[in-house]
């Protein structure tokens, strides 16, 4: 039985598809819709790496750490 962490990477990943798709179908938007494909597939890897991680979205991380990642 999948996880609960394993199902909204696997959502999350479809959105981004979902995304692309509507970014290949409207020129205008291609940009727009790659970036927010990019984050959902950005967020599906770290549901899946650390499911219980925090994020630090826009905060400085400790020293050693990137921000953002």
Avoid at 60 to 67: F, I, R
Wanted: charge should be negative.
């Amino acid at each position: 039985m999948a996880t609960n962490a394993e199902i909204a990477a696997r959502l999350l990943r479809d959105a981004a598809g979902f995304f692309r798709s509507v970014g290949e179908q409207n020129p205008p938007l291609k940009e727009h819709m790659d970036h927010n494909a990019q984050a959902f597939e950005v967020m599906a890897g770290r549901v899946e790496t650390d499911p219980t991680g925090e994020a630090n979205f826009g905060q400085s991380e400790p020293e050693g750490g990137v921000a953002g990642e």
